[in-house]
């Protein structure tokens, strides 16, 4: 159980049954009267966004919150399904649910997958994921016209810019928090 006054940026709680994170905080004193708690908080569950004001002594639950590492298995056109690392139960999200983590994930590719009342909510993806390049145009030595990247297709189907000495069926590391190519991957 949390009080107004263990409220600041980060910290998850409980709503009306639903899970909700401190986006942003401010502590107010007024001369007179209790001080007063602003806080901006997100649902976590539909992204919405508000603003709120609490007074101190209030109570909060927190957030029945827990994270596991679940490993990608496959795609079967319609969800995607997760396999926990330690326990081997599978888990299926849809692709709302998995959003614009599909560009970068692989099979085998462990993830961090957050769960609220036993129920998938999110997914993190780690930092860095290699993947092989199917489709990029040749580079011409001397082609400074087309700038300093071009576009490259990766397995997954996601497209990236990548720069010009990057060849079609080399293995590239990618920041997935950006969606940038990072460094060509020796192999």
Do not use: H
């Not at 599978?90 to 983590?101: I, K, S, Y």
């Not at 030595?141 to 720069?163: F, M, R």
Request: charged share 30%; with cysteine; aromatic share 12%.
């Amino acid at each position: 159980m949390y009080e107004s006054g263990d409220l600041r940026k980060g910290l998850k709680i409980e709503i009306d049954g639903e899970p909700y994170v401190v986006v942003q905080f401010e502590f107010v004193k007024p001369g007179k009267g209790q001080a007063l708690y602003k806080c901006k908080l997100k649902n976590m569950l539909t992204g919405v966004q508000f603003d709120r004001t609490y007074r101190s002594g209030e109570k909060f639950n927190k957030a029945d919150l827990e994270e596991l590492d679940m490993e990608y298995l496959y795609f079967d056109g319609e969800s995607y399904c997760f396999m926990n690392t330690s326990t081997y139960e599978q888990e299926f999200l849809t692709p709302d649910q998995v959003g614009d983590a599909k560009g970068f994930l692989k099979e085998n590719t462990v993830c961090s997958m957050l769960f609220f009342d036993r129920r998938p909510i999110g997914l993190t993806l780690p930092n860095f994921v290699e993947l092989k390049i199917v489709k990029a145009d040749p580079w011409v030595k001397g082609d400074t016209a087309s700038g300093d990247s071009k576009p490259a297709t990766l397995e997954t189907g996601v497209t990236i810019q990548v720069p010009p000495f990057v060849e079609e069926g080399e293995t590239i590391r990618i920041d997935t928090r950006t969606g940038q190519y990072v460094e060509r991957v020796k192999g």
